[in-house]
């Protein structure tokens, strides 16, 4: 006789398929251990910059796609919890080359944090419009908050100059989650932004948008290629930054030392 659902499941699911993964974890200790070195200047402390600056960027990672999966299982789709999303494994990503490896070398090269295609939602188990579109704005709002707590400290005046490498890590963070604020609330097609305003649309509209998604990441990078608009978007970036009290000079900073190799 069954007495009512199994302690060890959620909605018949298994409890595993909620736990933080072990790699998630091991991503959260090197953030934390080499935030604690750069503070310290413990060893070489351009390494400690880049180890902190690039496990910090992958962990909001796996959260940005964790916020995904998470909205759209309380939504409906409860495959997301079987493909291993909601464990914040990046390595189940249904493409880790496109949200773990291109967004990492972006950011080396240029200083961007770049939206990445990762988590793929099973949008025929969602009814409602609404409901898309919140799953959508899941993970651009988790770098809207990132942005908002680490620029914190420089807007109450934080002495940047006092364990100057370690707040230059931080407002190099601080800077990627902006960017990366602002490049997924545009509305590509087939990128968040979007995805957001895609339910909203009417059939024509839907038909075209359907057709430009697969190439979003190409008509993303065109743009950002174009110096026009690229200075835009810096300017734009860079003047909220300066509006909550981001020092440039001190993001600038950051992104020399992560070049530990130069």
Known sequence: MSLGPRRDTVAGIPREAFRPSVVFLCLVALFLTSGWM???EFGNVRLDVFLF???GWL???CIHEYAHAVVAFAAGDRNVAHRGYLTLNPLKYSHPLLSIVLPVVVVLLGGIGLPGGAVWIDRHEIPGRLRHTLVSL???ATN???ALLLVIPFAVGVDAMAHHDFWAAVALLCFLQLTASVLNLLPVPGLDGGNII???LSPQWKRGYDILAPYGFILLFALLWNPRIAGWFFGGVDAVG???GLPEWLRD???DLIRFWS
Do not use: R, Y
């Open 242 to 244: 300066n509006a909550f």
């Open 38 to 40: 750069t503070w310290a």
């Open 59 to 61: 962990v909001s990672l």
């Open 144 to 146: 809207v908050v990132f």
């Open 198 to 200: 895609q339910p909203w």
């Open 253 to 255: 900073d950051g992104f």
């Open 138 to 140: 899941a993970g651009p």
């Open 53 to 55: 600056v690039v496990s």
